[in-house]
């Protein structure tokens, strides 16, 4: 059976360097010294009722970094066949995402505003948001 | 009396767009669509202690879009012979700020926190951290 080509997945939880004085805190992203690319979009997701999930997609091509700034949520990945969640509650805790991972945000704290910094302007072609699509591009049986 | 050339000093504030659906809320920037720029940094400041003022300078060029994503914090500016202040403190109100506008963050409330997108990296030279010389720079006399 050919085998299909495997598409792009990397994920990374990054620790960014929070700089504090006698007046506070303050992050910096910038290309090069944190983040691997241009920030051509940022946007922030807020008000997330209780219990809500929002996301379930994957991109084909687009890397992103997220960061809970305000509050806490759970990221939830797969990608390269596996599993993982990772908890964002810090604003110096930021998870690079590249590609073919498919995602949900879940558990959304009432105070969470969540930011993401993306590569590329909004393009929808980017966007697998059907799961078993997912999985045959990633040459992954659908385990359900 | 010989004029001095006046510096570039834009301050604008913007209604962004909040995307509401059965989820919550979404704010989105990108260039053309709400910013004039493309975003070279991005940096956050938080957990700033009570009573205290930040910022007490201005830039030479660059652009920056300034939006409290929690919480609030009053934004008070000096440009082109004019004093205002700002209050933001909603993810939807934008605050433009270009070139030779002398500011200060004051009031932050406990939780906020205060998200800057800039035009540049970050560069020392773009900076005015006197008040004198942002009045001679500005052709204003120093009322002090």
Redesign the interface.
């Known amino acids: 059976m050919e085998e299909a080509k495997k598409m792009v997945a990397k994920l990374e939880l990054v620790s960014l360097k929070e700089m504090?004085d006698?007046?506070?805190?303050?992050?910096?992203?910038?290309?090069g010294l944190n983040i691997p690319f241009?920030?051509?979009?940022?946007?922030?997701?807020?008000?997330?009722?209780e219990g809500?999930a929002?996301g379930f997609h994957a991109h084909k091509k687009s890397k992103q970094m997220l960061v809970s700034?305000?509050g806490s949520v759970e990221i939830h990945c797969e990608a390269n066949g596996k599993k993982e969640v990772y908890l964002l509650d810090a604003?110096n805790k930021g998870l690079f995402l590249e590609g073919m991972v498919w995602h949900t945000m879940e558990n959304?704290s009432s105070?969470c505003?969540l930011?993401v910094?993306a590569d590329d302007?909004?393009n929808e072609d980017d966007y697998i948001r059907n799961y078993d699509e997912f999985c045959a591009l990633t040459n992954k049986e659908n385990a359900k």
């Open positions: 504090g006698d007046r506070g805190w303050l992050v910096v992203f910038e290309k241009d920030v051509k979009r940022c946007f922030f997701i807020y008000g997330t009722k809500l929002r700034v305000s604003p959304f105070d505003v930011m910094l302007y909004y």
